[in-house]
């Protein structure tokens, strides 16, 4: 049965909030199985949508919304250069995580102060390791770690831990901005730790520390493109971006939006998805409980 974009989805597995979240035109947006979503994403990359320029719409729309929330032209115009916002980007080795560092790149252009956590691995994906390129030449920091530890000290330690499942070569360079991060409050911190391939990230020490970073910061954080909904949420996010339709999400009090990456209506008829765009004039739109 066709998954209805002007009725909610039912039994999406797991604890989740309401299988569907309206929008401000009456429309209630359905969550989607996981294994669905991926579904949608291999049809779109067939007729064209690739990964490289879903990444660069998904950095667009989070940064749009990155830059309202940390004040829009309050708080951003070429004469405040005095007052520029930090924001601190979590990333994993993974394609969520090059989301995040296209993300950052788009701040950094716009006058953001930008400081890129991410962890290094021996081996990265090519996407993870081609954003980090693009993004050194707004030549903003990028951190490899949480705490005080040498670049030796953290390179055997994430040695140890490469049961992750990464592809493509590594790059010595990317250890070219070894910095810890802020002790101090930073105005914005962008969550894109979690991978949907590989929930045992979760598991790892870098992982746990940029989490238990995050929440002691006392930064409200912004979370893109999370993971299925469990239980227990290791970042606590104040708002949610979830791209194209949502996930299941965990009951959480986080504010979920919605990103439109490009894929036209007949891709989601393709996987058996009746779609009627819920965006109007937007790109991205908040969702509520219906």
């Not at 252009?109 to 956590?117: A, K, M, Q, S, Y």
């Not at 590594?170 to 810890?180: I, S």
């Given at each position: 049965m066709p998954h209805v974009l002007?009725?909610?989805?039912?039994?999406v597995g797991g604890p989740s909030r309401s299988s569907g979240l309206g929008v401000d035109s009456g429309l209630v947006v359905p969550s989607i199985p996981y294994e669905l979503h991926k579904r949608l994403l291999a049809a779109v990359e067939r007729w064209g949508l690739s990964l490289e320029r879903r990444l660069e719409t998904t950095g667009v729309c989070s940064s749009q919304m990155a830059l309202t929330l940390l004040g829009g032209p309050n708080r951003l115009t070429p004469k405040n250069v005095h007052q520029r916002p930090t924001v601190v980007l979590l990333c994993g080795p993974h394609i969520q995580g090059a989301q995040g560092v296209s993300c950052g790149r788009h701040l950094a252009?716009?006058?953001?102060?930008?400081?890129?956590?991410l962890p290094n691995f021996v081996k990265m994906q090519e996407s993870v390791t081609g954003e980090v390129h693009l993004y050194t030449r707004t030549g903003n920091k990028q951190v490899a770690s949480v705490k005080g530890r040498t670049h030796r000290e953290y390179r055997e330690q994430v040695d140890c831990e490469m049961s992750c499942q990464c592809t493509g070569e590594?790059?010595?360079?990317?250890?070219?901005?070894?910095?810890?991060?802020?002790t101090s409050p930073v105005d914005l911190v962008i969550n894109c730790l979690d991978c949907h391939e590989n929930p045992m990230l979760r598991e790892q020490s870098w992982y746990q520390s940029a989490a238990d970073w995050a929440n002691q910061n006392r930064a409200p954080v912004l979370s893109i493109d999370?993971?299925?909904?469990g239980p227990h949420q290791t970042v606590e996010?104040?708002?949610?971006?979830?791209l194209g339709l949502p996930l299941p999400l965990a009951e959480t009090e986080s504010r979920v939006y919605l990103c439109d990456i490009g894929i036209p209506k007949l891709v989601f008829q393709e996987v058996g998805i009746c779609y009627c765009s819920p965006f109007g004039c937007k790109f991205v739109i908040p969702l509520h409980t219906p």
């Open positions: 002007t009725e909610a989805v039912a039994d252009n716009h006058g953001v102060e930008v400081i890129l956590f590594g790059h010595d360079d990317l250890w070219a901005g070894f910095r810890d991060l802020p999370p993971a299925i909904g996010a104040k708002w949610t971006l979830s």
